[in-house]
């Protein structure tokens, strides 16, 4: 089995631009799609980013997703930061039997 | 509308069992591969088991694999969990997912169980 690991935390300005990290421990990024979930407090968590850059409807194009193989890690960006924006983020993918979700990332705007 | 209302949580004692709930709404549930995803309070998102719209294929994490046993009756669109072995790093809000090949697409609210003595 493999791991997704990112950030514990991200901290950016209202309007800037962030990009949260997440790498696979083995084997390659590219070969399983990824996912990204945003949870808000309180809140289950909504996907704001499938099969590694295609954005949900409802979802604005201030979110994207990549991978890059060289890192073997997909990254999630947020650019024209809202303060609706805080949440906790987290990557997902799967192998042949599981499902992997990534230890999540908060968010902060501040 | 799509509609995940899990049941059956609680407090059980360590060893003890459970027995949860989904009740599905708003789709052709047996259509749709079903997952259980959990959450320990003030922890991340957790991956627990999954099976297949007709059932006949199931999934399970390593960290319950042995003690846990997923099934739906898609007569009732009902999705359930059977936990046995109870620990008290099962203790977390359980939620139930409607799944397509790999990913999670609408969330149920959760219900919590407490694994303690």
């Known amino acids: 089995n493999f791991m997704l690991t990112q950030p514990h935390s991200v901290s950016e300005s209202p309007g800037k631009t962030v990009t949260i990290s997440c790498t696979r421990s083995?084997?390659?990024?590219?070969?399983?799609?990824v996912q990204w979930y945003q949870q808000r407090p309180g809140s289950s968590p909504t996907t704001v980013i499938y099969e590694d850059n295609q954005r949900p409807s409802g979802v604005p194009d201030r979110f994207s997703g990549s991978i890059d193989s060289s890192s073997n890690s997909a990254s999630l960006s947020i650019s024209g930061l809202k303060t609706e924006d805080e949440a906790d983020y987290y990557c997902?993918?799967?192998?042949?039997?599981?499902?992997?979700f990534g230890g999540g990332t908060k968010l902060t705007v501040l | 509308e799509v509609q995940l209302v899990e049941s059956g949580g609680g407090l059980v004692q360590p060893g003890g069992s459970l027995r949860l709930s989904c009740a599905a709404s708003?789709?052709?549930?047996?259509?749709?591969?079903m997952s259980w995803v959990r959450q320990a309070p003030g922890k991340g998102l957790e991956w627990v088991s999954a099976i297949s719209g007709s059932g006949g294929s199931t999934y399970y994490a390593d960290s319950v694999k042995g003690r846990f046993t997923v099934s739906r009756d898609n007569s009732k669109n009902t999705l359930y969990l059977q936990m046995n072995s109870l620990r008290a790093e099962d203790t977390a809000v359980y939620s139930c997912?409607?799944?397509?090949?790999?990913?999670?697409?609408?969330w149920g609210q959760g219900t919590l169980v407490t694994v303690s003595s």
């Open positions: 997902q993918s799967y192998d042949s039997s599981n499902v992997v």
């Open positions: 708003g789709f052709t549930f047996s259509s749709y591969a």
């Open positions: 083995s084997g390659s990024i590219a070969s399983n799609y």
């Open positions: 997912a409607k799944t397509i090949p790999n990913r999670i697409i609408n």
